[in-house]
């Protein structure tokens, strides 16, 4: 039967109508999504795949648990040439849809705390990435960390200038304070 679990969307449809929405909101997802992560979740608990779910809600991000078929489907459909029938376990697809790195970098995270979730591979700018190439991009910084390191960037220059007047202005005054001093 189909079913929402608490914690994950997890579809294993049994009529022909249920098919077609969990279909549909893979479809939905995969239409929305920055890039994918796909994870072997079959040696976690509960209690840690509700963990994982909420880090990565926090971030924007989903998790989506289907059978290997309907993924493949969706892809299919959308001209992705992902072979799902590849990934080992059972599948779960973490989408970004924010910033297209705080899945990956999220899933990476989690998963170096629970070993017994797998990355398996996943889709970034529109190619099939493997584990490895997750492991590069999770190790590059985030949106916000780069915005920050622009606005760092771009300030340094701005404030050396206003340290360089200011001191001119500085040695003004103790020129000054030393004429007044010795004029006392």
Same mark, same amino acid.
């Given at each position: 039967?189909?079913?929402?679990?608490?914690?994950?969307?997890?579809?294993?449809?049994?009529?022909?109508?249920?098919?077609?929405?969990?279909?549909?909101?893979?479809?939905?997802?995969?239409?929305?999504?920055?890039?994918?992560?796909?994870?072997?979740?079959?040696?976690?608990?509960? /209690?840690?795949? &509700?963990?994982?779910? +909420?880090? %990565?809600?926090? =971030?924007?991000?989903? $998790?989506?648990?289907?059978?290997?078929? *309907?993924?493949?489907?969706?892809?299919?459909? /959308?001209?992705? &040439?992902?072979?799902? +029938?590849? %990934?080992?376990? =059972?599948?779960?697809? $973490?989408?970004?849809?924010?910033?297209? *790195?705080?899945?990956?970098?999220?899933?990476?995270?989690?998963?170096?705390?629970?070993?017994?979730?797998?990355?398996?591979?996943?889709?970034?700018?529109?190619?099939?990435?493997?584990?490895?190439?997750?492991?590069?991009?999770?190790?590059?910084?985030?949106?916000?960390?780069?915005?920050?390191?622009?606005?760092?960037?771009?300030?340094?220059?701005?404030?050396?200038?206003?340290?360089?007047?200011?001191?001119?202005?500085?040695?003004?005054?103790?020129?000054?304070?030393?004429?007044?001093?010795?004029?006392?």
């Amino acid at each position: 039967c189909l079913w929402k679990h608490r914690f994950f969307n997890i579809y294993m449809p049994k009529t022909k109508q249920q098919k077609e929405e969990a279909v549909q909101e893979l479809q939905e997802a995969l239409d929305k999504q920055q890039s994918m992560v796909f994870v072997d979740y079959s040696g976690l608990g509960v /209690k840690e795949l &509700s963990q994982l779910r +909420k880090q %990565l809600r926090e =971030q924007g991000n989903r $998790v989506l648990v289907a059978k290997k078929t *309907l993924l493949g489907r969706v892809f299919e459909e /959308k001209g992705i &040439s992902i072979d799902v +029938k590849k %990934l080992a376990g =059972q599948v779960a697809a $973490v989408f970004s849809f924010e910033d297209p *790195l705080s899945g990956i970098k999220a899933t990476d995270t989690f998963r170096k705390d629970n070993e017994q979730l797998e990355i398996l591979g996943g889709y970034f700018e529109e190619k099939e990435i493997d584990k490895a190439e997750i492991g590069v991009l999770a190790s590059l910084p985030g949106k916000q960390e780069l915005l920050g390191q622009l606005v760092g960037t771009l300030a340094a220059p701005i404030s050396g200038f206003a340290n360089v007047l200011q001191g001119n202005t500085k040695g003004l005054v103790v020129a000054l304070n030393a004429i007044k001093e010795k004029k006392q």
